[in-house]
């Protein structure tokens, strides 16, 4: 009997454990022929980030063979735990797979030299193969999808078509020997599981892995297996489910599965989340599913996304990306927002053909739309397997990037002791903006977000925009210039914004802030606004003095009500307000000047369990905001 080792770790990331999707895929596929399964065992499924040197050390039985599945979250950790493996056990044959592994790289093995072979694409009739060639003592030579060191890469085959043929680690135990093993351990877990309805995707987008030609054509798993594997997550009571299909809402059968979730979840309250990527189409089909989670009261989706990822027609075309139209975006924004359903939408930055310009107009159209709730520009990154990561792709856009560490957003500080830093490509200039001007663009994105999207400055912006015609971008782009360099408030939280958006390009820092004594690492968002919180008058303070120095305008009643409608939690709800009548008119569109300021949660929160809620877990459902009820 043959000993195997599958590797699959993630960064925890709060409470929740994660079952491994990839490798449990592998292995049960594998095992499904009778050969594998005859001489092939299953010693440990590796899912936490166990320093390499002590995981080795604690190997019960000598391995024969190690199996990793890859990714930019795990690809630095899987090189040094080869490597520890390697010297204790230096006949153990160490495969490789995943998304990082870059299927153009003649190079590999001189590049990666702890590995023994490649696994490109799909995997599961490769690692089947591999296995019984193992067993057999043959070579791995020509196996479609394997590259073997010594060996020539094999060209990948047809897309694997028939997903049912891979037996469920749901249904057929294996997740709960993980599960089992884990607490056995560990003691009781919150368990997050990332999870697919199907394969592939139309759209070639050239910065994302599966816009290759590859993965165009969809194959579905079916439905009666679905059910079930739903019924265990359920029974289970697995916390949060991470869905990886690429379109969520494309299918009308998505609604069904939708309706199944909420099902289950009412009738045992689990799963808990049910975390998707929205389609960039079928937009009647996502509204039903989110109006049908918001008529369930089951709150199981964080919003839904409209991802533009840029909204420069030129840029567009350079990355291949196909989005709604702006009226149909309008239409439904609209309709979400009367319905009380959060949205929020995604940016990249800086694409190839964008400016400056380009990006701020972006956000306005965005504004413009209807997205008021919640807003992510998110850094240009580069992958192995993405047409955007070739070579003739950079050269030709002038992408430059450093490797950088990837982020630890949301990862605690005293973890970070012994972590190995995992690593990414990141963008810092292209042919359209140089390095300057990306850092202003990284800049000017993290304040518009803060100050609109997070709250703080949200209800003053929709004043000076309705009453005095002053666009948001502009009003963003008035305040940065004012603050920069002012000994204030936000002036600090820009310039310490800046310094730690330069460090990570130029010093390797991570990325994010600590702001909270044996936290977690902020998003710069996230972190800003702890900052505020703690200094809400001073906050309002600058604002005022702001509007007053730059545009001659009296806006300290809007101030006012504008930091009432951030949640805080010392406060009591609800609560009664008096504004003015401009600042009802122009804020709440609405004649009354009298109001009951409430929040739909109503469990106390301790401070730091508080930012954890609103400017983490819960930060897409704009949860900062309160609700006004007029009085009659």
Known sequence: MHNLYLIQTVDKLGPNSALPLAISYQWMYAQADEQVKKNWRVEDVLIEKITPKEYVENMQVKPDMVAMSSYVWNWEYNQKLAQEIKLVYPKCEIVVGGPNVDKRNKNFFTDYPMFDVAVLGEGEPAFRQILKQKTMNKNYNGIPSVFPKGGDICNLPNRFRELDTIPSPILNGFYDWIIDKTEARLGKQMWQLTYETLRGCPYQCTFCDIGDLYWNKIAKFDMPRIEAEIDWMSNRQIEYVSVCDSNWGMLKRDTDITEYVIKKKQETGYPNFWDVTWAKTNSENIYNIAKMDQNAGTRLFKGVTFAMQTLNPVSQKASKRVNLKSNEALTYMSRYHKENIPTYSELIWPMPDETY????????????????????????????????????????????????????????????????????????????????????????????????????????????????????????????????????????????????????????????????????????????????????????????????????????????????????PNQTYPYNMKINKDTAMYCLNSNNINFILDHWDKEPLEEKKFFHVCYHWQRKNYYWKCTPTPLN
């Open 357 to 568: 310009d380009s990006l701020k107009e972006g956000i306005q159209t965005l504004i413009d739309m209807g997205q008021k709730s919640f807003l992510l520009v998110h850094p240009l990154v580069l992958t192995y397997n993405a047409t955007m990561g070739q070579q003739h792709y950079i050269d030709t856009y002038g992408l430059k990037w450093k490797e950088v560490p990837l982020d630890t957003f949301y990862m605690s500080v005293n973890d970070l002791e012994n972590y190995i830093v995992e690593k990414t490509m990141a963008v810092y200039a292209t042919n359209t903006a140089d390095e300057v001007i990306t850092m202003r663009g990284n800049l000017f994105s993290y304040l518009f977000c803060t100050m609109y999207y997070y709250g703080w400055a949200h209800y003053l912006m929709e004043y000076m925009n309705k009453k005095h015609e002053v666009k948001h971008i502009d009003f963003i782009e008035t305040m940065l210039n004012y603050f920069f360099t002012k000994d204030s408030l936000i002036g600090k939280e820009i310039r310490a914004t800046e310094k730690q958006m330069h460090d990570v390009f130029y010093q390797g820092s991570f990325w994010g802030r600590q702001v909270i004594e044996d936290d977690i690492f902020w998003e710069y968002n996230g972190a800003t606004s702890i900052k505020f919180h703690h200094n809400r008058e001073q906050l309002k303070y600058e604002l005022t003095e702001f509007v007053d120095a730059e545009y001659d305008i009296d806006v300290s009643d809007v101030v006012e009500f504008n930091g009432h409608m951030c949640k805080d």
